[in-house]
């Protein structure tokens, strides 16, 4: 999410004004940022033409564009609003322009979690950046590993002891946030037999998983602090937990999805993570202690989240029973909707809630699989 940006009205184009009540949460600005890869459309392989594709990028959207971890993939960030439908604008105009200068420059913007014919483009070229360079050296054979694209999801909570206290409510629900956001089945041009092989190839980073539970925002610091010291991580920047208060913006950071094949979809899922952090964060403010999951179970809802997507079954966190991810009866995924649904009438348009409430069915990693040839389950915008 960009650092800078107006703060929207919360009244959508299509509704009319209406007085906020003392007791409904207050709005909260969302904020998106996504990754793609770049693809040569003859070869489908990931093509290194960052720097090309970003230099033509027009001024208007180029403080909201920048280059990622390799030469093959660049990223956008949105800017701040509580107004979904100026989101939804503004992630459109940005992926038109960035699939055209991509155009431009003899590639494809793909929008998929992994590369779908390489080993997630393990061999591509690092970004001269001296970051990265820094983490190449540091991490050897882990930095040349497979890259991958996800969407995070800003949501404004300023306060850090806030923050710290939100995330530890979400950790139940990364799963189900991850189950509605499977976008990356092929890698190495075969099915994975994952909804998500980004989730799988990601985790080889030191910190990229769910999030311990904290005690409080001190806690949370001087966790940060051992692992800085253990050489585990090498700076704040590299916290790669799925939630997690920004380094460097007033919000919470949910990092856990795959990026979505459509903006639709993207606006849908930051709208469901708003309404979700507002309803914890009601509860943070009530005292409502956050609930504490058995470890192992909640880490292998994540795993089968991540393996089934949609498409199979979630595990239930409470009887540790697996259920059917959306159809027939309800799951987990339907769970999630439903307790998001106080603060979805709140504080977001009623248009994007029900596009919300569809997005479980979009099933992307079957769109993936249903498509003639892997890649096709990417699309420029």
């Not at 494809?108 to 360079?133: C, F, M, Q, V, W």
């Not at 309803?279 to 943070?284: F, K, N, P, Y």
Request: charged share 20%.
């Amino acid at each position: 999410m960009a650092q800078q940006g107006s703060i929207d009205s919360p009244t959508g184009p299509d509704t009319a004004p209406r007085t906020q009540s003392p007791s409904s949460p207050a709005v909260l600005p969302v904020g998106v940022e996504e990754e793609f890869f770049l693809m040569d459309p003859d070869t489908g392989q990931t093509a290194p033409r960052a720097s090309a594709v970003l230099a033509t990028v027009r001024p208007r959207q180029r403080e909201l564009t920048q280059r990622e971890f390799t030469t093959c993939q660049v990223e956008i960030a949105s800017n701040p609003h509580t107004d979904l439908g100026l989101l939804r604008a503004e992630l459109t105009d940005l992926r038109t322009e960035l699939a055209r200068a991509a155009r431009d420059a003899g590639c494809r913007l793909i929008a998929s979690g992994s590369a779908p014919l390489e080993h997630s483009a393990s061999g591509a070229r690092l970004t001269d950046n001296p970051r990265y360079k820094w983490m190449a050296h540091e991490y050897g054979a882990m930095a040349r590993g497979e890259n991958c694209c996800g969407c995070h999801v800003h949501v404004e909570v300023p306060d850090r002891e806030e923050a710290v206290q939100v995330c530890n409510h979400l950790r139940p629900w990364l799963p189900t946030l991850l189950t509605l956001t499977v976008n990356s089945p092929f890698t190495g041009g075969a099915d994975s037999r994952y909804g998500s092989w980004r989730a799988m190839a990601f985790s080889r980073w030191p910190s990229a998983e769910l999030p311990p539970y904290f005690e409080s925002a001190a806690d949370y610091t001087a966790t940060l602090q051992a692992l800085i010291g253990s050489g585990a991580i090498l700076d704040e920047g590299m916290v790669y937990w799925l939630a997690r208060p920004s380094h460097h913006l007033p919000t919470v950071e949910v990092r856990v999805g795959d990026v979505c094949p459509t903006v639709e979809e993207s606006v849908a899922f930051a709208a469901l993570v708003r309404a979700l952090v507002t309803t914890v964060l009601d509860d943070v403010r009530a005292g409502v202690p956050a609930p504490r999951p058995h470890e192992p179970v909640l880490h292998a809802a994540y795993w089968r989240a991540a393996r089934d997507g949609l498409e199979g079954q979630g595990l239930e966190l409470t009887s540790a029973t697996l259920v059917p991810a959306w159809p027939g009866r309800p799951g987990e995924s339907r769970r999630a909707g439903r307790r998001g649904q106080p603060a979805s009438g709140a504080v977001c348009r009623l248009s994007a809630v029900t596009t919300s409430a569809k997005l479980p069915r979009s099933a992307k990693a079957a769109r993936c699989r249903a498509a003639p040839e892997p890649v096709s389950c990417s699309r420029d915008r």
